[in-house]
């Protein structure tokens, strides 16, 4: 696991596919989760797949993000199909959470960039 918080985004293919964004706190027992709609996932496929020098704030940006039950530490690092057929994870992109609110509200938004100077 992250020394620092950090976040991965995944693209959660089902009967309502969706992104999901897994927010990763150092001594949290769960993933703090947020929902993503399918227009925001695919430019962030488009503009960020395969990469890790990411950096992330929340609170700020233009894509929406709508809270949803925490998640459990396993969806971390977890890709694959399902339980219980409710679909398949794909890892879109993860980095570093530079920005944060102080409570995690039910809604808000979500700015993505490159770390400066790395490809």
């Not at 993933?31 to 430019?43: A, S």
Request: aromatic share 10%; with cysteine; charged share 25%.
């Amino acid at each position: 696991m992250p020394e620092k918080a950090a976040f991965r985004i995944a693209a959660h293919a089902s009967d309502q596919s969706h992104g999901d964004l897994f927010i990763f706190l150092p001594g949290a027992e769960s993933l703090i989760t947020y929902e993503l709609q399918m227009t925001d996932l695919q430019g962030l496929i488009a503009a960020f797949e395969n990469r890790t020098d990411l950096e992330a704030s929340i609170g700020k940006g233009s894509i929406s993000l709508q809270r949803k039950a925490d998640h459990r530490l396993l969806y971390w690092s977890f890709s694959g199909a399902i339980s219980g057929d409710r679909g398949t994870l794909r890892e879109v992109c993860r980095g570093l959470l530079i920005e944060s609110p102080v409570s995690w509200p039910g809604t808000t938004w979500l700015e993505i960039f490159d770390i400066p100077g790395r490809r």
